[in-house]
């Protein structure tokens, strides 16, 4: 059994059996993978030592103790070992959408390619929510007060 990040390897053996998961690859690297998929989201607060490898435990998250690893965010580290496991890569370069085309007797429909693709982890934002984005409230990076002068 060895710790990787926030959880150790048994950890994520029991988190993919509960969910009825074969894992595919061996799970130190699973961990280690979505360890650095973590590692880089923008958590709000500070490293409580700033000498420590990993982001968390952190100050100045209301309602967390500075010694403390969320469950959260432990939670977060097995949900994305399980998307690498199937494939997934939340590193992944954004591609743009493929233009496709198909045509069925009179009807033609296309595709654009004006835009981007990349997939969206549903869990893995909300699992989070509450520790990105500069701000302790739960909104996202990409909020902000808007009011008329």
Request: hydrophobic letters at 40%.
């Amino acid at each position: 059994m060895a710790i990787v990040g926030y959880n150790d390897t048994a950890d994520l053996t029991a988190y993919a059996a509960a969910r009825g998961i074969t894992l595919t690859a061996t799970e130190d690297v699973l961990l280690t993978r979505s360890l650095d998929w973590l590692e880089l989201q923008p958590f709000s607060g500070a490293k409580t030592d700033p000498l420590q490898p990993i982001e968390w435990p952190r100050t100045g998250i209301t309602g967390v103790a500075d010694d403390v690893v969320p469950d959260k965010i432990k939670t977060a580290q097995l949900v994305c070992a399980l998307i690498y496991n199937s494939g997934g890569d939340p590193l992944a370069a954004i591609e743009p959408f493929v233009t496709q085309e198909s045509v069925a007797g009179a009807v033609s429909v296309s595709y654009s390619d004006k835009g981007v693709m990349s997939p969206i982890y549903t869990q893995l934002n909300m699992l989070l929510r509450d520790y990105v984005g500069g701000n302790d409230s739960g909104s996202g990076a990409n909020q902000f007060l808007v009011a008329r002068a």
